[in-house]
């Protein structure tokens, strides 16, 4: 059983398809990344699985009610934090908090206890009596996040939930949210981090204009593309020439302007470094400097969308 399972989602504005296609199945008690750069689809999607709007066609199983013929049953039994910010300007933090208790019906005291627990993890505390209009970005966005937890709820959606947040409430937000993964929270999350993501996600879609384009945990998004090292070299002196030589070398990804900076990437390293190597050796090129790295998720993840978006155009 799925906590979320959606066949074949679309949405179309006009002529703009926002979702094309898209197939999820995300377990109970996983935290589901959905990571992709501006206009993916991420926020669209959010939108359709929270019944906020409906699909122009496919399906949607939440918490094993069909979404669309029953927006309000399903509703009330997750958790959303949109993208965009959402907050009572004149209430003070703490009775937005509480405000928010009573809107899905807690009760008083569990209310009371809530809004204590909240202020501390968020830490709110100093400023539980601030207004909303006069809180800081971060500050704003740390208590839309924290009013969510007022309310139980199986399954909680989180569009974009740390952005404009310091590296420090962050990294507090990510481990508040796998505490409570720890006892039984499903999460599906955006993200355009993707340290984030690995950091807190079970599975990591990609998602570029409105498809997506892996799906996978991040131990194994590394395996079938972490093998990939880059080579990094600088030369002393430019020498244009190297260009039609270095083009030659197969099995690898080379960035060379003809500058004195040559960058190569492929999942065979040792060997493309020799022929590399022997190559530099027999145009007497000095090298300044030489490095071998591991490519980054964050590398992988924008090579895999530059891709689609070059096959697509
Ligand atoms: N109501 C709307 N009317 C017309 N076009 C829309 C509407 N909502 C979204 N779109 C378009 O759909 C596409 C996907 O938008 P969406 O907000 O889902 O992207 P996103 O992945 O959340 O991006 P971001 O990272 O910037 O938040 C974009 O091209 C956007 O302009
Ligand atoms: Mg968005």
Request: hydrophobic share 35%.
């Amino acid at each position: 059983m799925y906590c979320i399972k959606a066949n074949s989602l679309h949405k179309s504005y006009g002529s703009l398809i926002a979702v094309n296609g898209i197939d999820l199945s995300v377990k109970y008690g996983e935290v589901f990344g959905f990571l992709g750069p501006n206009g993916a689809g991420k926020s669209t999607t959010i939108k359709l699985l929270t019944t906020l709007i409906p699909p122009t066609s496919g399906s949607i199983n939440v918490l094993g009610i069909d979404a669309i013929a029953n927006p309000l049953e399903t509703r009330k039994k997750i958790g959303v934090v949109f993208q965009q910010p959402s907050y009572e300007p004149t209430l003070t933090v703490e009775k937005a908090l509480e405000k928010y208790g009573m809107m899905w019906d807690v009760d008083h005291k569990t209310r009371k206890d809530r809004v204590e627990e909240l202020l501390s993890s968020f830490n709110l505390e100093e400023i539980r009596k601030i207004k909303n209009e006069d809180l800081s970005i971060g500050q704003r966005r740390r208590v839309q996040v924290a009013r969510e937890f007022m309310h139980d709820m199986k399954l909680l959606f989180l569009d974009e939930p740390t952005a404009g947040l310091d590296p420090k409430a962050r990294r507090s937000l990510l481990d508040f949210l796998k505490n409570r993964v720890k006892v039984g929270l499903t999460i599906f999350f955006t993200t355009h981090v993707l340290s984030e993501a690995e950091y807190l996600c079970d599975e990591i879609a990609i998602i570029n204009k409105g498809k997506i384009l892996a799906v996978d945990s991040p131990e194994e998004l590394k395996n079938r593309f972490g093998r990939e090292k880059t080579i990094k070299i600088r030369i002393q002196e430019p020498k244009p020439e190297l260009l039609k030589l270095l083009e030659n070398i197969q099995d690898c990804h080379i960035d060379f302007n003809s500058g004195t900076n040559i960058t190569i990437r492929s999942g065979n390293s040792e060997t493309i470094l020799l022929q590399i190597l022997q190559i530099l050796n027999e145009n007497n090129v000095v090298i300044e400097e030489l490095s071998t790295n591991p490519t980054n998720l964050e590398e992988i993840f924008l090579s895999m969308v530059n891709e689609s978006d070059a096959s697509n155009s």
